[in-house]
């Protein structure tokens, strides 16, 4: 399965919010590696995990592996949250700018 086949799977709100937040890592990070992995969409930087993220019928789930949630669990804190994961729920807007900071500071981790 490619990352267009699993993009594909989805409509609507869903789809938007997931084509959203891929624009918005690809802006931020154009030399990541986009791939499918763990069943998510998933982007490497330096061959190591930059960030993760799915669609779900009721949110976008992100995944900022290993460190971006503990960097960001304030502002993570009015989310639902996984291990290793945050709910970005289709009934408000998405965090745009919250997602930029994050992809940043990922980037920042990997690159120095």
Known sequence: ???????????GEVRARL???????????????ESLSYGLVGYKLNKKPLVYFGGFKEHVGFYATPNGHEAFKEKFAKYK??????????S????????KDVVKYRIAQLTT
């Open 81 to 90: 949250q996984g291990k290793g994961s945050v709910q970005f729920p289709l």
């Open 19 to 33: 084509d959203e937040v891929r624009e918005l890592i690809r802006t931020e990070s154009p030399a990541a590696e």
């Open 92 to 99: 408000e807007p998405l965090p745009v700018e919250l997602i």
């Open 1 to 11: 399965m490619t990352v267009e086949d699993y993009l594909n799977q989805f409509s």
